[in-house]
């Protein structure tokens, strides 16, 4: 028997946060491995291949920003880019790089436990394989960990069946089929304006209704590039300092301090402006004042009224449950149309549940449908989810899921008490946004914290006394008197698929991007306050 081979650091996942976690801890020198359970680069844009999926940030925001190589070479074809394009370009940033002789492909990671008197971790796979590291970075990704809904006999289908976010790498064709599509989150309501095309029957099955807004995508021609390529500077600067990385951020004034004409004018704009703007660059109290957002929640319901010509289909779209923007926006394209075609039907599962999945297809409390192949837009076991799918055991051997049983604690997102050289990207209480402005923020400063720790000779890094509880208080803190968080969604940790997780708690960083880095960098100035180094 020989032992496990051994590595400076161990990456889980080879999404975005995972690629440039390599190239970084190449750049300072450390061995590394990347564990991915897929079968190429990508993390999302890898998993995600279902039809209509896209960014909704703008292409030329969301991109890595690090290497001025990549940037003078990658061409985007639109303003937000569909998934082969998205996919495409990850691949050909791994070959710029070189980065996958250092990834293991097909290595699902199952278990990861910290020996103490080893002073690293013990990583296995799926397939049975052991690694070593003194240190272990999850790019696990916060939507990565897909769920089905709790709905008998989902075996008992005899028909094709998909989930969105592991669907097959070969074509699925609609053509002249009868399509059952369950949920109208961010990843139904894109299959769904697909689907409609060419599908001979689509039934949408919608437990909740959410509320959308144009995305108005359109091609980026060559000319346009080369200005979008000149332009670069000033957008990643301009990302750097929005609330969200986005190039979008709220309008300091309040929705009562202008008058209603000019609050219409000022709304129908941002609804015919493409991108998030109307979600991200509204009024600065719009998710924390109620009536502030009432009266925008009225005017998109006005707008979704005057696109689905049935009434009573309009008012089951439009929710009753939250505000605007108390939830993710999906971005969409003519998806409220979609309601208005002979070959769609909307049922609405609040009125007749799905009983169960039939050999046949679905039966409601009301009657069966028929279907030839169902599509689970039923969404994540969010940001904890991916997390818990590892059993990641720290000193002591206690589980991470257990520490983290009443909601998670971190120290800045990155750190957490007990489990010692373990660094998470893009994890719990973080700041996320526009998520890959935030990945290459978070992988530099773990990045500059492994530089420091690997030229002192540290070997164990790990939250230090009252650290964690500090920013998780910090971090709830944030969270008061926003909309948001009085609901039930992924950014709260509700999973009505999930036992257990159907109590609201604080899954992110509530405050602005800026105060976020700020943060982090005062406590790097500071010799790295609150983190034990030995």
Sequence with gaps: MTEPARYDAIVIGAGISGMYQLHKLRALGLSALVLEAGTGVGGTWYWNRYPGARFDSESWSYGYSFSQEILDEWDWTEHFSPQPDTLRYLDFVADKLDLRRDIRFRSRATAAHWSETAREWR????????????????????????????IPGIGDFRGQSCHTARWPHEPVDFTGKRVAVIGTGATGVQTIQEVAKTAGRLTVFQRTPNWCAPLLNRKIDRDEMARIRADYPAIFSRCQETFACFIHTPDPRGTFEVSSKEREAFWERLYNEPGFGIWQGNFRDMLTDRAANALISEFVARKI???????????????????????????????????????VELVDLTETPIERITAEGLRTSARAFEADIIVYATGFDAVTGSFDRIDIRGTEQRSLRDRWAGGPETFLGVLVDAFPNLLMLIGPHMALGNIPRSIEYNVEWVSDLLGYAATRGITRIEAGDGAVAEWTAHVRSLGQGLLSNEIDSWMTGVNRNVAGKNVRIINRYSGSAPAYRARCEAVAAAGYEGVRLE
């Design 123 to 150: 990583v296995a796979t799926e397939d049975g394989a052991t690694f070593r590291a003194r240190f272990l970075v999850t790019a696990v990704g916060p939507l990565s960990a897909p769920t089905l809904p709790d």
């Design 305 to 343: 009224r005057a696109r689905v010509k049935d009434p009573a289909v309009a008012e089951k779209l439009i929710p009753k449950n939250h505000g605007f923007g108390t939830r993710r926006v999906p971005l969409e394209t003519r998806y409220y149309e979609v309601y208005n075609q002979d070959n």
